[in-house]
């Protein structure tokens, strides 16, 4: 909290603004230099007539604002992928499809993808940051150099890039080495006897001469990944500005192993994020899934410019998809197959099922929410309609009575 004199101090916390507001009119009134107590005195009025404008109204139907405010929007989106972030190399899935993904918590979004941020020496040497790079980026075998096939001695031979070791491991001095780690993979991974006849060369074959067996070898020597996180398919790098008015090395990468990568030296696992709401759940928990929802969905609306829908919609459908433990879909599979109002599981899909169920087990409806009140035409339990009022006649002369 700013440094304020007792005067100021008393003003403000004789308002009803929050805490948090409190401390930003103590810090504003602090940096402008306001000491006049009457100025104080309308600052902290208009900021605490502007926060109970802003509060919801007793018995107001936030539900129902908060599905109009989101889906208003939502039918001025387009169904294209747009590039994510200004990084051109890699295409995320933006817009409506998006907005889809989140609401309905799928289990994998279409193109997944990190925003890795990198700490101390690693964010500001281009060299370190490549270390990073190597070991996110999935390296598979092929990509290290020239496979062939040897028909007459049934071999499969790698003649591996001497450049392309030093590109990827320039800490590594000695080829050999790398070459030999390169044997050890495919040896474990095929279960085959390999031979290194020269220093970057590595060559087996089948356990049985066979020329489907040794295709079979060249097609499993597809999948094999030397260094790398398997999930992660490529990564591109970009230097940008930081709040402090430096520059730093962060790193995009297509596909997504969030535990994985949280471990790798070098990662700053306080900013890392990840597109994948689940994939957060499970590493971080369910506080940090629901911030993950409300960002994404906000990052989603704000690219097709529709920045201005208040935060708090948002807020709201991340608290009802995860208020459980677990990260719910809206939907019949989630939130609106399982509310407990039969009528209004009824009224939302597969309408004959859902009443046949509930005839078999004999549930009733107690009729608390909006939707299976307005199918049996009865006031819904919000705004007025909360509100019970009997009119009747009043005896004066009693009530004179009972006041003397």
Known sequence: MATVDNETKAVVEGTDLPRRLKDEVYRVVDEKGVSDTETVEEIAARVERRYLDTRVDPLDPVGTVSAQSIGEPGTQMTMNTFHYAGVAEIDVTQGLPRLIELVDARKTPNTPMMTVYLEDEFAVDRERAHEVVWKV?????LALGDVSTNVADMLVRIDLNEETLDER???VEATEDI????AATIESELGVETARPEPTVVEFGPEEPSYRGLLQLVEELRDIVFKGIDEVSRVVIR???TDEGGEEFVLYTEGSAFGKTLEIEGVDASRTT?????EVHRQLGI???REAIIEETMNTLEEQGLGDVNIRHLMLVADIMTNRGEIESIGRHG?????DSVLARAAFEVTVNHLLD??????????????ENVIVGKPIRLGTGDVNLRMGTVDRDAVDADAD
């Open 358 to 371: 509930a005839a078999i087990h004999g549930e009733i409806d107690d009729l608390d929410g909006v939707t």
């Open 137 to 141: 980026e999935a390296t598979r075998i």
């Open 169 to 171: 491991w320039p800490t």
């Open 287 to 289: 506080e940090a899934a």
């Open 239 to 241: 230097k940008e500005a």
């Open 335 to 339: 939130i609106s197959g399982n509310k």
């Open 274 to 278: 990840c597109n994948n709401i689940h």
């Open 179 to 182: 070459t030999a780690e390169v």
